[in-house]
């Protein structure tokens, strides 16, 4: 398929989809045409026909942005080969293999899990990944590298299965009991009046989390995983992890607050007091809420 076939295909497609491209055409044929350059370079073709990775791209194509500064940013060559595997195109599916087996190794030496836990999670992701009507890599959309979008995947399903073999966790209301300091008067009060308030609020925001947000949460809170260990699992420096750990806490803490202030229809001064000895107080264990990453 030539170049300006490939481009008149992407316009029609786009206009299908509601979102009519009324820029110059050759520009976008020119963008068009270097970023599947790129990915033949580095895959080869992978006996994929350029058409299909149009349509991987198309897909993942919001209307919110700029067409063309979407195609130069989002990652074509991951694509190119996520597509190739969802395909069953041999070439790629070995390939993409390599890279999970690799990321699963490195996460497993990480954590300390087991031979078996490494390679249970292995057939576990092979399977959701590539298997079943919506394979789980059909949501790649290429806003990241194919590797972090694996490496997520892979944290987490190594941290359910490691969940799974400690003992049962505490109930959610043993969990939800420990807080706050047993003998803060204010906060005892609050747990006692409000407590099922509290409960749906601290759920929900903690369920609006990024999935990204309550892995490293859980890691660190839960699984005991060090700064250093978290920033090497996504490949990251130490002060970043730290960064986001302090985020997420700040970002649950805040958005229990302003959900119970809605819920209750009380002021904002009564319950930031009450979240403040929350907040400074949090070193609980919720594993129940974040046993399974999906929740």
């Known amino acids: 398929m030539s170049s300006a076939s490939l481009t008149t295909r ?3 497609r786009l206009g299908a989809r509601g979102l009519p491209y009324t820029g110059a055409f050759d520009v976008l044929e020119r963008v068009l045409s270097e970023r599947h350059a790129e990915a033949v370079a580095q895959h080869g073709d992978l006996g994929l026909q350029p058409g299909r990775w149009l349509d991987a791209l198309v897909d993942h194509l919001s209307a919110e942005e700029d067409l063309l500064a979407q195609l130069r940013a989002i990652h074509a ?8 595997c969802l395909d069953g195109l041999a070439v790629a599916l070995s390939r993409f293999d390599a890279l999970l087996v690799h990321e699963v190794r490195a996460a497993g030496r990480t954590v300390r899990a087991t031979d078996d836990l490494v390679d249970g999670v292995t057939q576990h992701l ?11 890599l059909s949501r790649f959309a290429g806003r990241g590298d ?8 892979v944290v987490r399903e190594l941290l359910r299965l490691m969940g799974r073999q400690k003992r049962e966790a505490p109930a959610d209301e043993v969990a939800l009991a420990e807080l706050g300091p047993r003998l803060d008067p204010e906060l005892e009060r ?3 009046a409000y407590r099922d308030d509290f409960a749906v609020c601290f759920r929900q925001a903690l ?3 990024a999935p990204r947000d309550r892995t490293v949460l859980r890691m660190n809170t839960f699984e005991k995983l060090s700064i250093d260990k978290i920033g090497a699992l996504f490949d990251v420096h130490r002060a970043t ?6 985020r997420i806490k700040a970002d649950l803490a805040a958005d229990t607050e302003e959900r119970l202030a809605a819920r209750l229809g009380v002021s904002d001064t009564e319950v930031e007091s009450i979240i403040r000895l929350v907040r400074s107080e949090v070193h609980v264990s919720m594993e129940r809420l974040l046993e399974d990453p999906a929740r």
């Not at 194919?146 to 997520?152: D, E, S």
């Not at 992890?241 to 302090?246: G, I, N």
């Open 10 to 12: 992407l316009v029609d």
């Open 77 to 84: 060559c991951d694509l190119f080969l996520a597509r190739a």
């Open 126 to 136: 092979r399977a959701s990944l590539l298997a079943g009507e919506r394979p789980a």
């Open 146 to 153: 194919l590797r972090g979008f694996v490496r997520i995947g």
């Open 190 to 192: 609050f747990r006692t």
């Open 207 to 209: 369920a609006a989390l």
């Open 241 to 246: 992890a730290a960064r986001w750990l302090e």
